[in-house]
């Protein structure tokens, strides 16, 4: 046998097969690419984004055994199988609305389709790292992809602004997540996380663990738009084509969420009473500067920008309490928020289409006797992000605040109390102006078939889960109970 065989030999050839929604991914998005290129036809590059990103999904289901490969680099298991699923299906429904929307702002762009497919494939990419190399890799792809979306308003300039500054902190955030690996590879020597789990726990903590633990925390609480790191959100969102907005609120968040939590049970499980505090301040920061920020604004698309940081207040209070039942209620609340943050941006969306529409809290008087159906999907949406029964909204915030009773974080649970009430304050006021006023337009509303669907989709969702969420529930707790049975093997 040749040097090289042995070579080959002891490399082995990576499990291509478990990365098959990656792939189908990547190479619709190189197929965009080279069509953008050839033509200039609408319907034909969303279609072919639509069915590169419904056979991704439908490969998922042909993975019957998960893997680590990649050397190590990559692991498939149910818990990644089951946000990517959920990516990709928040991905396919923003990219249905997409080309309605560019047409009435008269701004198209194929770079739109294949920039998004990268950042999913970034997203993916965090999902499934079990290393700290992976896990950077996949979150400085998709960042950068969201930067470039953020900021295709190329005239607009709320659109500019945005992109810039959430690209320089973006960039801050990236610069600490750095720091944090260095250190951490300085002090156990590996950047895999069940080793870095085998070698630290409360017992060996100095400096170079506490200050890299501050820093990753840091980095990923800006990441997911933390306060006090939220500065680059409201700009960001609002300057945002409003579809890309619902892909920026809900899919990148989605992952972010996703990946603190494999990197904090997986990478840190023995030092849990000293990151669960910290997240749980930024837990309490963000729900409160969050929600009373929000009953400030006049834009309603600035609102749910502000409420985003809220509800991200409310799904890191979860982590706040790192036991089963608390791991089992940030992924309940992060997948059923895909419906809420979904729903109410996509409505925004096609709204905003309509002549003269701004999205001005004055925009939305009357709207019930102008169009009824969307006038009702939005007090569904507002019912549940403020979190009343039966909507689903109520029941991931019962989770969340079951797990923080659960663990004795008193304090904790009375601020998440407390600010749900408060957030009343501007959920419901958007329900009054478009129920108690007369409207201030006559003009008919238009909306594309796509946004009608997707809109009463997601409406019917948060109730049906909102009365059964038995499913959902059953499979945030499988997926809780996976990541804790992998400690320290």
């Known amino acids: 046998m040749s040097i090289i065989q042995q070579l080959v030999s002891g490399i082995g050839v990576p499990n291509f097969g478990v990365i098959l929604p990656e792939i189908i991914i990547l190479i619709t998005a190189f197929i965009l690419l080279v069509v953008e290129l050839l033509t200039r036809s609408r319907v034909i590059i969303s279609a072919i984004t639509v069915t590169g990103l419904i056979l991704a999904a439908g490969s998922i289901f042909l993975i019957k055994k998960g893997d680590v490969t990649f050397y190590g680099l990559y692991v498939v298991d149910?818990?990644?199988?089951?946000?990517?699923?959920?990516?990709?299906?928040?991905?396919?429904?923003?990219?249905?609305?997409?080309?309605?929307?560019?047409?009435?702002?008269?701004?198209?762009?194929?770079?739109?389709?294949?920039?998004?497919?990268?950042?999913?494939?970034?997203?993916?990419?965090?999902?499934?790292?079990p290393n700290l190399v992976t896990f950077y890799i996949g979150l400085e792809l998709s960042a950068v992809s969201i930067y470039i979306l953020a900021g295709t308003f190329r005239k607009d300039y709320r659109s500019k602004e945005g992109a810039f500054k959430y690209l320089i902190i973006g960039g801050m955030g990236t610069a600490i997540i750095s720091y944090a690996i260095a250190l951490i590879y300085g002090r156990t020597g590996s950047f895999d996380f069940y080793t870095i789990a085998s070698l630290l726990n409360s017992n060996n903590i100095d400096v170079?663990?506490?200050?890299?633990?501050?820093?990753?925390?840091?980095?990923?609480?800006?990441?997911?738009?933390?306060?006090?790191?939220?500065?680059?959100?409201?700009?960001?969102?609002?300057?945002?084509?409003?579809?890309?907005?619902?892909?920026?609120?809900?899919?990148?968040?989605?992952?972010?969420?996703?990946?603190?939590?494999?990197?904090?049970?997986?990478?840190?499980?023995?030092?849990?009473?000293?990151?669960?505090?910290?997240?749980?301040l930024l837990a309490a920061a963000s729900m409160i500067i969050g929600n009373i920020i929000a009953l400030r604004q006049e834009n309603v698309k600035r609102m749910l920008a502000y409420s985003s940081v809220a509800h991200t207040g409310y799904i890191l209070a979860a982590i706040a309490a790192p036991t089963g039942m608390g791991f089992s209620a940030l992924i309940f609340y992060s997948l059923v928020y895909i419906?809420?943050?979904?729903?109410?941006?996509?409505?925004?969306?096609?709204?905003?289409?309509?002549?003269?529409?701004?999205?001005?809290?004055?925009?939305?008087?009357?709207?019930?006797?102008?169009?009824?159906?969307?006038?009702?999907?939005?007090?569904?949406?507002?019912?549940?992000?403020?979190?009343?029964?039966?909507?689903?909204?109520?029941?991931?915030?019962?989770?969340?605040?079951?797990?923080?009773?659960?663990?004795?974080?008193?304090?904790?649970?009375?601020?998440l109390v407390v600010m749900s009430i408060i957030s009343a304050g501007y959920y419901l006021r958007v329900v009054i102006y478009m129920y108690m006023y007369e409207p201030v337009s006559k003009a008919r509303l238009n909306f594309a078939m796509t946004e009608m669907f997707t809109v009463a989709f997601m409406a019917v969702f948060v109730l049906i889960l909102g009365i059964y969420p038995t499913v959902f529930w059953g499979i945030s707790t499988t997926l809780s109970s996976l990541l804790i049975a992998g400690v320290g093997r």
Do not use: C, Q
């Open 78 to 129: 149910m818990f990644s199988l089951i946000f990517k699923l959920f990516l990709i299906l928040t991905t396919l429904f923003v990219v249905i609305n997409l080309k309605p929307y560019l047409d009435s702002k008269k701004s198209y762009y194929g770079e739109y389709y294949y920039i998004i497919l990268f950042a999913l494939i970034g997203m993916m990419i965090m999902v499934s790292s």
């Open 208 to 280: 170079g663990v506490t200050g890299a633990l501050i820093l990753l925390i840091i980095g990923l609480a800006l990441k997911a738009a933390a306060v006090p790191f939220h500065f680059w959100t409201p700009d960001a969102y609002e300057g945002a084509p409003t579809p890309i907005t619902a892909f920026m609120a809900v899919a990148a968040k989605i992952a972010t969420f996703a990946v603190i939590l494999r990197v904090m049970v997986e990478a840190f499980p023995f030092i849990s009473k000293e990151w669960s505090f910290a997240w749980a």
């Open 339 to 415: 419906f809420m943050g979904i729903g109410g941006f996509i409505l925004l969306s096609a709204l905003e289409k309509n002549h003269k529409w701004s999205n001005h809290i004055d925009d939305f008087k009357g709207l019930a006797k102008r169009s009824p159906m969307m006038a009702l999907f939005m007090l569904i949406f507002m019912f549940s992000m403020l979190g009343i029964p039966p909507t689903v909204g109520f029941m991931g915030k019962l989770g969340v605040f079951l797990a923080l009773i659960g663990s004795d974080i008193w304090w904790l649970a009375v601020v």
